[in-house]
C-alpha cells in the first residue's frame, strides 16, 4: 500500500507509528505471505477488551458486572468491528492474495474485523497500553457514551423495562412468585420466578429482599427477549 | 482483615497498593454487603487476559495464534486461578457473610478465582496497567515459562507429537489422505484428512502444502485427543 494511504490511515486511526512496518503487517491477510496479522490480531483482542472494559468500568460507576459484560459483548463483537473497519477504510489498504481479493476478501466481515483487532494489537506494541487505549477511546468512545441510555435504564428498573418491552408489543404485564426463601431472618435469600404467559416463557431470579430478586428475574427475562428479538 | 495479613499478603503479591481500600474490596465477595467485588473481577479478567497475552506473545515467537490462545485458555481457566488465591493464602483474609463461610465459601474454587481476577483489577486501578502486567508476571510467571516445551513441540511438528502420543498408548499410526486441492498451480490449497483408525477418529486441516496441511490436521486431532483426556 501507499505510503500515502498509510499516512492517511494513521491520522485516521489518531496513532502515528513509530514502526510502520507494524500497521502494514496489521493489514496484512495470511493469504499474502508468512508476515501476516494472525499474532496481532490475538494480542489486539485483548487490548481492545481491556480497553473497553476499562471506559466501561469509568462511565458506568453504578452498573453491575452483568451489565458490564452485556455492554462489552455488544461492543467487541465481529459486527461492531467490522463496521469500524469498514468507515476506517480498511478494504481499500488491506492486503490478501489476487484469489482471496477476487473472492471478497477485502469486504468479508471476519476479514476486516480480525485487520480491526491486528491494528488495535499492533498500537499496543507499538505505543504501549496507553496509546491503544486512546485509539480505541477515539474509534470506539461514541458508542460507548451511547450504550448509556439503554443500561442506565435496565440497570436501575429492569421490572419497569420489561413491562414497557411488553406492552409496546401488546402483551399482557408479566407475573412475579416467589418461589423460594432461605437462610435466616437477618440474612434472607429469595428466589422470584417471572413468567410471560403470551409467550409461555419463565425466568428465575436471587436478592436479599423480595424485590431485588423482582428486578434480577425481570433482567434475565429481558435479556432473553432480547436475545431472542435479534437471532 | 488486619492490617498485618493485608501487609502479608502484599508483600507475596509483590504490590504495594496506595489504596488499600481497593485491595480489601477486591477480597470481599457479593455475601458480605454492597462493597463487593464483582466490577472488579470484570475489568481483572480483562486484565489477566492482557497480561498474559502479552507475555505469552514476546516468550513464544514462533508460535501462531492457535497456539496462543490454547496456551492462554488453560492458564487463565478457573482451576488455574483458584490455585494461585490458594497460594497466596486467600481463604484467610476473603471476607464474606457467615452463612457463606460456614458452606465453606472461602475454599471455593469460583469464589477464589473471582476474588484473584478481583486483586488483579484492583491493582490495575491502583498502579495502571504495568503495574498490574508485574503482578501477573511475579504470579504466573513460572507457569508460563513452564508452557514453553509442550507449545514448541507440538508448533514445530504437530505429526511427531501425535505419533508419539499415539505410540505411548500402543495405537498404531494415523493415516494421511488428501481429500481436497484448490486453486492454481502456484497457489494451491490443501486439505488433508487424518484418521486415526484405533479410535475411529478423523480431522481435517488445511495448508499451502501438502506437509502444511497434514501438520494441521495432526495438531487437531492432538487437541482433540488431549481435550477427550482431560474431560
Same mark, same amino acid.
Given at each position: 500500500?501507499?505510503?500515502? $494511504?498509510?499516512?492517511?490511515?494513521?491520522?485516521?486511526?489518531?496513532?502515528?507509528?513509530?514502526?510502520?512496518?507494524?500497521?502494514?503487517?496489521?493489514?496484512?491477510?495470511?493469504?499474502?505471505?508468512?508476515?501476516?496479522?494472525?499474532?496481532?490480531?490475538?494480542?489486539?483482542?485483548?487490548? =481492545?477488551?481491556?480497553?473497553?472494559?476499562?471506559?466501561?468500568?469509568?462511565?458506568?460507576?453504578?452498573?453491575?458486572?452483568?451489565?458490564?459484560?452485556?455492554?462489552?459483548?455488544?461492543?467487541? @463483537?465481529?459486527?461492531? =468491528?467490522?463496521?469500524?473497519?469498514?468507515?476506517?477504510?480498511?478494504?481499500?489498504?488491506?492486503?490478501?492474495?489476487?484469489?482471496?481479493?477476487?473472492?471478497?476478501?477485502?469486504?468479508?466481515?471476519?476479514?476486516?474485523?480480525?485487520?480491526?483487532?491486528?491494528?488495535?494489537?499492533?498500537?499496543?506494541?507499538?505505543?504501549?497500553?496507553?496509546?491503544?487505549?486512546?485509539?480505541?477511546?477515539?474509534?470506539?468512545?461514541?458508542?460507548?457514551?451511547? $450504550?448509556?441510555?439503554?443500561?442506565?435504564?435496565?440497570?436501575?428498573? #429492569?421490572?419497569?423495562?420489561?413491562?414497557?418491552?411488553?406492552?409496546?408489543?401488546?402483551?399482557?404485564?408479566?407475573?412475579?412468585?416467589?418461589?423460594?426463601? @432461605?437462610?435466616? #431472618?437477618?440474612?434472607?435469600?429469595?428466589?422470584?420466578?417471572?413468567?410471560?404467559?403470551?409467550?409461555?416463557?419463565?425466568?428465575?431470579?436471587?436478592?436479599?429482599? @423480595?424485590? #431485588?430478586?423482582?428486578?434480577?428475574?425481570?433482567?434475565?427475562?429481558?435479556?432473553?427477549?432480547?436475545?431472542?428479538?435479534?437471532?
Amino acid at each position: 500500500m501507499s505510503a500515502a $494511504s498509510l499516512d492517511a490511515l494513521q491520522k485516521r486511526l489518531g496513532h502515528r507509528f513509530s514502526d510502520a512496518g507494524l500497521l502494514q503487517r496489521a493489514l496484512t491477510h495470511r493469504s499474502f505471505g508468512a508476515d501476516h496479522n494472525e499474532r496481532l490480531e490475538f494480542l489486539g483482542d485483548a487490548v =481492545l477488551s481491556l480497553a473497553v472494559s476499562s471506559l466501561l468500568f469509568e462511565r458506568f460507576a453504578g452498573s453491575d458486572e452483568g451489565d458490564l459484560t452485556r455492554i462489552r459483548a455488544h461492543l467487541v @463483537r465481529e459486527d461492531s =468491528l467490522y463496521k469500524l473497519a469498514l468507515g476506517l477504510g480498511f478494504p481499500q489498504v488491506l492486503r490478501m492474495s489476487e484469489g482471496e481479493a477476487r473472492g471478497g476478501g477485502a469486504q468479508r466481515p471476519s476479514i476486516l474485523a480480525d485487520a480491526m483487532e491486528a491494528v488495535i494489537g499492533a498500537s499496543f506494541i507499538d505505543g504501549g497500553y496507553e496509546a491503544a487505549r486512546e485509539l480505541v477511546k477515539r474509534i470506539l468512545g461514541e458508542q460507548i457514551q451511547g $450504550s448509556a441510555s439503554a443500561s442506565e435504564h435496565w440497570g436501575k428498573d #429492569a421490572k419497569t423495562a420489561l413491562q414497557e418491552w411488553l406492552q409496546a408489543r401488546r402483551m399482557s404485564v408479566p407475573t412475579y412468585t416467589i418461589t423460594e426463601t @432461605r437462610g435466616q #431472618a437477618h440474612a434472607q435469600t429469595f428466589r422470584v420466578e417471572c413468567a410471560v404467559p403470551a409467550l409461555s416463557l419463565a425466568s428465575s431470579g436471587e436478592g436479599r429482599s @423480595r424485590r #431485588a430478586a423482582e428486578q434480577d428475574a425481570a433482567r434475565r427475562m429481558l435479556d432473553d427477549l432480547i436475545a431472542r428479538d435479534k437471532s
